[in-house]
């Protein structure tokens, strides 16, 4: 059975593609109970972690082999010491239950499993893209975790069948985690290496908006109608400038 059907690679995971060593394996560590056991089957019947792997082969193939563990308590998260990323079965529980508590807001037709799915995808892509800059030595000026954040977005519209979408399942999972908060952040939050969760969303929607306007033409309507034409502008601008920066150091150039 496939799980993650809404999500198939363009042509990466035929031919031979996956032929070569992959520059990414993946673990997982024994579940505890039931739920983490049905957690873990969900994960191999979905096609993540092919699509990652298919992804990093095309277009950021890593020197040093990166390892993706499943299970654990720390995570999501990327550990340079060990050049592994760790994914706790627990964050994948946590999105589905997200997506469960507010599947009447939902307007793609995923289940909350799908939608899931694309979360994890994106946080995947999103950890591979810290791992990517330590192994290649990219320099990055400013917020690591918000040039990240576009690299897992881009990788999705790119690269990924119906990418844009699940891009957008991921940015939904900011918003239910911001709308989760009080109305007030506390001090730690202001020096987060993070920006907060609702500026995660609306930058991942502004990408998506910028990939294609016509496509997503009322993905913005949450912004003010006083800023909306300036805003769209800005998205189409900055997803092209991001995309050709990205480029400079993927394997396959725009």
Known sequence: MKVFGSLLLAGLLSGGALAAQPSIVVEYQTPQGKNETQIRQLIEQSEVNDTLVALSKSYFVFDQTLTVNYGGEDGPM???EVHMVSIPYGFVSEAIRYFRDNEDQQTSGNTPTLS????LLHTLLHEAGHAYIVDQNIP???KEED?????????????????DEAAISAANM???ESND???YYDFGEYIDEHSFDLQRYFSTLC???GSDPKQHAK?????????????????IENYQQLDQNWHVYLTEQP
């Open 78 to 80: 990327y550990d340079p």
């Open 116 to 119: 899931a799915m694309d979360t």
């Open 140 to 142: 990055v000026l400013g």
């Open 147 to 163: 040039a990240v954040d576009n690299f897992a977005t881009l990788m999705m519209i790119r690269y990924v069948e119906g990418g």
């Open 174 to 176: 900011f918003a239910y």
């Open 181 to 183: 908060r009080p109305d």
């Open 207 to 209: 990408l998506v908006y």
């Open 219 to 235: 993905l913005l309507d949450e912004v003010e109608k006083d800023y909306l034409a300036e805003r769209k502008e800005f998205c």
